[in-house]
């Protein structure tokens, strides 16, 4: 599965049994944060149930497997309750992810079935803190990384799932960080383990995973990287580091690499699946590493494709153990969602990467930036390759104009779709009529024959009586 995930944690179960009604802008500020153990007296339940009442929040929720129009933006009411060690973000900015496209096809198991809030990075502001939490303070400005369930106003998660943003990082880059660089810094470096003068190809070099990838092979020295993307994104993605850019759609990547470098690379990062990660492995040079981190070539529409996806499977890469020793080749397997349990390692390697940030050796780019109500666009964007970097979204209210502006395509939407419909009616209608015209043209021969054979039937029986 694609490697743009994070990392496992439940979603707060209280928050998840909330009611739901269709999304409407909020009618007052959420009330200031009470303590848990103020909230767990009969007292403070009492004198709070008003303000209870009034907490509301608007939530993206996926409410079944298919298209864009399946994630929808709800309102959530009740304000979440705080377990132990957990904290609660009003979130700013939410990032968009790879596997957040597979999510709504149904295609990744790190997502519940739906209805569930999708999400698994954001950044914002801590405003409320549970017990046991001793390292987070109402007012910190924090990015998030947890399983699911950060596409919304307000988030509840453990706060050892909550990083620091440092100073001078805006909202939208801390948004964009977690899950694309902490993928790329683990394969590139606990897997990869790349050395000075080494090569690397990174495919879909122009999107999340790939820029952070190719910034951080540029921060050793020396690091030649190969890059795949559309000629349209060559000139952003060579600008970024990337050595040698190559278009997949109009050239043989595999033939491209080996006309510059005959003897093969070092590393492959393949997020691809299916047939890719077989001409991966054959372009590794002895002691090369491929480290497969999705299966992107599954995706090919906006609902589930099972062509793509048995295409995909009847493709699947395999090896035996022996070709590996003999080819002196080695082949990782990563998958950020199932890192769940190693928040330790995880939390190194963001402490790392925030150093590079602090250095100025890493940037997160951000492609463009969307409210929730425009999540189908921002979807959409990212699955039909359309993005240089992060595609975002901002919790920020739409304005009223853009609304109306929004609202307008919505209709054009509509009625090219009933235009569309009432074509499509005329076709099978014209193609009736065209049906109904060839067969009465098939039978007017037939007609004619069956007049022929009366006439000649008319002339025998002439004939007889004659001779008679």
């Known amino acids: 599965m694609s490697g743009e995930d994070a990392p496992a944690q439940q979603q707060n179960a209280v928050e998840q049994k909330q009611d739901t009604k269709p999304a409407e802008e909020p009618k007052a500020e959420p009330p200031k944060t009470e303590s848990a153990e103020a909230a767990a007296t009969p007292a403070a339940t009492n004198e709070k149930a008003p303000e209870e009442e009034t907490f509301i929040y608007r939530s993206l929720v996926l409410t079944g497997y298919g298209g864009y129009d399946k994630v929808k933006l709800q309102v959530k009411k009740g304000k979440p309750v705080l377990k132990a060690g957990e904290v609660m973000v009003r979130v700013k900015v939410c990032g968009l992810n790879f596997a957040d496209l597979m999510a709504r096809q149904g295609l990744y198991d790190r997502l519940p079935s739906p209805p569930v809030t999708p999400g698994m990075e954001c950044s914002g502001v801590v405003e409320a803190v549970g017990e046991e939490v001793t390292d987070r303070k109402v007012g910190d400005k924090v990015m998030v990384l947890n399983r699911f369930g950060l596409w919304q106003e307000v988030a509840v998660v453990p706060a050892g799932h909550t990083f620091l943003i440092p100073e001078g990082m805006s909202f939208e ?5 977690s899950v694309n660089y902490i993928t790329a810094y683990l394969m590139l470096f606990d897997f990869g383990n790349l050395r000075p003068n080494q090569s690397v190809l990174i495919h879909a070099a122009a999107g999340g995973v790939g820029i952070a990838a190719t910034q951080l092979c540029k921060t050793v020295k020396d690091v030649t990287v190969f890059g795949t993307a559309s000629a349209s994104k060559h000139e952003a993605i060579s600008q970024g580091g990337v ?10 990547y595999v033939e491209e690499v080996r006309k510059i470098s005959p003897k093969g690379l070092d590393i492959v ?15 590794l040079k002895p002691m090369g590493k491929l480290i497969t981190y999705g299966a992107a070539n599954m995706l090919a529409g906006q609902r589930k494709n099972l062509i793509a996806v048995a295409k995909n499977w009847y493709h699947q890469f395999s090896i035996h153990t022996l070709s590996l020793i003999q080819g002196n080749k080695s082949v990782c397997g990563f998958h950020l969602g199932y890192l769940d349990g190693e928040m330790e390692l995880i939390t190194q390697a963001m402490n790392t990467i925030l150093d590079l940030y602090k250095q100025g050796k890493v940037k997160p780019r951000i492609d463009s930036t969307w409210h929730l109500e425009q999540v189908g666009d921002a979807m959409r964007k990212m699955q039909e390759r359309n993005n240089i970097g992060k595609v975002i979204l901002t919790t920020e209210p739409m304005p009223e104009e853009e609304k109306k502006e929004e609202t307008k395509k919505e209709d054009k939407k509509e009625d090219k779709k009933k235009e569309d419909k009432k074509k499509d009616d005329k076709k099978k209608d014209d193609g009736k009529k065209e049906e109904k015209k060839d067969d009465k043209k098939k039978e007017e021969p037939k007609k004619e024959e069956k007049k022929e054979e009366k006439k000649e039937e008319e002339k025998k029986e002439e004939v007889n009586k004659e001779e008679k």
Do not use: M, Q, V
């Open 173 to 177: 880059e801390a948004a964009a960080l």
């Open 243 to 252: 050595t040698h850019a190559i278009d997949y759609r109009t050239r043989d």
């Open 269 to 283: 990062l393949d997020p691809l699946g299916g047939s890719d990660t077989h001409k991966a492995y054959n372009l």
